[in-house]
């Protein structure tokens, strides 16, 4: 057995755990900033997710997204995996960074999350079974392909265009699907009204803070994880920058917050972080931590700006998912032509024209899925089920029965 | 220092920090399904468990279950752990897979994990002194005695039982225990009356879908860990059947569960993820991504099943323990003689008699602590406790005392 | 590439990790047993600390800890990190038990956890601005300049003193600050009343819990981190007296506190775990099990004398952090002169020496920092601020807008 292999291949396994992890991120920051009466219903959605996308993630995801050789636009590999253990040829030299079983699952904790960034966008309003169906095509068909381009060697990895671990592929790809099914479904019932934007606090700030400090930790796993080894330098690198990125993107979020409102709004720095987090990513191994701390700053701010800008649209995003894995996806990808060691007029070209790419296929992709499914099965529940809650409609349940709730 | 050995002595000491991790998965789970005014009650119980159960296993369970040169029925190696560092003769070579320390550790946090099964079932009445005792009792001697005839080089190991990672050896010897344990301690009041099955929703639904995805992480340690050194081929695996039983668990259990009932039960999703892992556990590394998809989707479906039948015949079960520790255990245990790389007759049917020797000492172990203790100090808490809620009256406390909480 | 440093750095970054993990751990803590209308305010306080003390860690911090040569009191290596990635520089042989990035980042979380522990004793009360300030000092300055007197190779560390993972240079560092402001800030509102000691009830056991369990799990990269390589044996046995010292910390804690208050409180039991922890840091690679077990025994039953006495001279200390992290961690530095491979009286003398040392500077330090704060902008909020609840008045915002929530 070969050391080395073993070595690298623990550091996968350790980072698929930490990108699962996130999913708990996840659904801890989306209940947390959204109504009780609607958290069963997220709980469920993420659920959905994990399991369903790592289902089809198995049955096509992966051959479609690594299919070897092909045109660079589509291939596929043929369903399901196909390195059976009965025959004795599993082949340990597939890659000296991990095995085929470890290269399948890291990939299929990273499908998963595309679509759990659309997820908080739509909640407390989107219908269940639509959304279903949006997750089974987005993550069975969109995201695999869309991500061949780059990460199985498609045309924009020929042209150049680079994304470290995902800040386009990943956070972009799930953020251009939250906006067109945001726009699509429409705001909440009295988010805007009378020309006003009403407040709708989040139902539970210490599973929200919990989610950002879990989603940090799953980012170890999810950048450290993207190096594809465990080759010392590039990735305790790539933990640094993630790290400084972060804090820098929660105190600039922080700070600008605070000037400009008047207010320490814990919600602004939970999303800077977070935004912080997004815009390393495309670049996280090929910055220093000056640069780090400037692109995490960059992103803290864009994040204060942007989820007034959403707002002032007129587009209701419960939990800022467009503002942090949109925007700051794009300021990230855009950034590796900015700072850092591929730095450059013609990068930053090839990374635009990536962004580009990728805003192209995944309006499109959402698109084609949510409009027809508005057209037949609807996407929007109820304006009853909204008031009531989606938890007592679709669930039949009560998320803390026991406690004593408000109306409102 | 061998290269070898430390790559897979931190594989293994990560596997058992994920393993106790799964502590708080079990507890966030356990009080997510039962009511909020028997938390701290819950809590308490499962910090006991692991303290105890740590300090248990290294003062006797370890050398009961890994005697060494043995009859194949009972063994002792002596009390305390035999590794001393002072006298400079620690044995590298103990294992390649991992230190002496680290295997006493990583199976400490194992049997912790089997008395912990019980605490579900009985949630909300026991009496918390005769449950202690339990503890003391089945983690003490009962869990490792009857873990020597498989991982000690026992008798079931010498006819050829294969249990993997624990669904006989921890998830069904904790479902025996509960079983009788709820069979002795009868409904919570207010469960079985006029021939109707009350319904008791638990009283949080994030902490119980926080406990799931903690478990599920926990799997990677507890599935991953048991190959019992960082083998690439086989960790990894292990971690893809481990993770796609889990998924289809949970996909089949909602399939199942919502054509049945006609409504989207997220307790049914989540415990159809743990039976999937559950029942991946006894062969998961034996298994293709085929077989695991189909044990997972049988246990999701089963644990449908399992619920409503421990419902009819009339026992109370809070958490579904039995339905997914030991129905899902049983299963897992037999799969390993129909699917994978063991399949056939002869493995199936030394799998039925490794399931049938560990109800015989299970069901007789647990009835012998149980019997004794409800015909002396007793093991219900009286009527009024029960009523009130057992934080109040054995705690001083309630968990939540800020929140306004409605009376049931 | 060397496969040994390759090891030794996964295992270094994963331990970085746990230990970033623990600042959910201590923010779950400090919000579970304080009240809820403080709970917004006391996460914003922790994502301050855990974002701004790894910016100014990576500013200025760790080239005061880690100078290089110096006279053994102070020491600065420049501004900023030091070891480019653009020049292809970065030197690998750093250390064979990890890289300089691992190295800072590893380190830069740990100079976080000093200011954490502070926080758990000001909540409820402390005027947020002042606390940033105090932040901004403590980690900057006086934590890094105070560590470097012993893991900077400083002039403790000459004189033989010895503590391996920090109970006395971190938790003491942390607890002697907490004592400091504490008495400065003096007992919120209705604590100490007409001799009385009035009981302020955490609101939320289950995040106290998971507080608790998390830092356990965070302790396996905080002890296990500090061996600085993965050594299977120290790394190994350090995670198993770690362990044992929790396990019986509460275990023992739980047993005093019933005998003495006939009550099962389960905060005894979750501080008692975490005595047992702070306990053993000081020596966790020289102690037997054995030795850990009594270790973390005396710690438990300090926890429960300790928080008494806290409590009795007036000091009001909300989440026990005095008790847990300077007794416990006073105790088991001295501890190292007792137990275990370095026992003998000269060692307990250097052990002595050391803790007056660290008392020394920290209490100057701190006072230092808070008296001119108290006498300039005042470091405690306004009465109404207080009765009201700070997440009103900081943050505009409450942490459970949705729950109806008992006034008192």
């Known amino acids: 057995m070969d050391s080395l292999l073993t070595v690298n291949n623990i550091w996968m396994m350790i980072c698929t755990g930490l990108v699962f992890f996130m999913h708990l991120g996840f659904a801890f920051l989306e209940i947390g900033l959204t109504r009780q009466k609607n958290t069963i219903n997220i709980l469920f959605k993420n659920l959905f997710i994990i399991t369903m996308g790592l289902l089809l993630y198995c049955l096509l995801g992966f051959n479609l997204m690594y299919p070897g050789e092909f045109n660079g636009f589509l291939g596929f590999a043929g369903f399901g995996l196909s390195s059976p253990i009965a025959d004795g040829s599993l082949d340990l030299a597939y890659n000296e960074g991990y095995t085929y079983w470890t290269d399948f699952l890291f990939q299929g904790m990273f499908a998963a999350t595309a679509a759990t960034i659309v997820s908080g966008a739509v909640a407390e309003r989107i219908k269940l079974n639509s959304f279903f169906i949006f997750v089974v095509l987005y993550i069975g068909l969109v995201y695999p392909i869309a991500g061949s381009w780059k990460w199985g060697g498609g045309f924009l990895d020929e042209m150049g265009f680079y994304d470290f671990a995902g800040s386009t592929l990943v956070h972009s790809v799930g953020g251009w699907a939250a906006l067109v099914a945001i726009w699509l479904l429409g705001a909440r019932i009295g988010k805007f009204k009378d020309g006003k934007i009403g407040a709708f606090p989040g139902h539970n700030m210490p599973f929200a803070t919990a989610g950002v400090l879990i989603l940090w930790l799953g980012w170890f796993g999810f950048n450290g994880g993207s190096v594809l080894s465990a080759d010392p330098e590039l990735t305790s690198l790539t933990l640094v920058t993630t790290c400084l990125a972060a804090a820098a993107g929660g105190v600039s979020s922080f700070i600008v917050s605070s000037v400009r409102y008047k207010n320490y709004d814990i919600t602004m720095f939970l999303n800077g972080i977070l935004g912080g987090l997004v815009g390393i990513t495309a670049g996280a191994d090929q910055m220093s931590p000056t640069d780090a701390i400037l692109i995490g700053a960059v992103a803290g701010a864009i994040i204060v700006f942007g989820v007034a800008l959403i707002d002032r649209i007129r587009l209701d995003d419960p939990v800022g998912a467009v503002a942090v894995h949109l925007i700051c996806g794009i300021w990230g990808t855009l950034a590796v032509g900015i700072f850092g060691n591929l730095a450059g007029v013609d990068q930053f070209v090839t990374q635009l024209i990536g962004v580009g790419c990728y805003a192209i296929v995944c309006i499109l992709g959402s ?31 009560d998320a803390y029965p026991d406690f004593g709730l408000k109306q409102h």
């Open 367 to 397: 698109f084609l899925i949510f409009y027809p499914l508005k057209k037949t099965i609807g996407i929007r529940v109820s304006s009853k089920e909204e008031t009531e809650g989606l938890d007592i409609h679709e669930h039949g349940m």
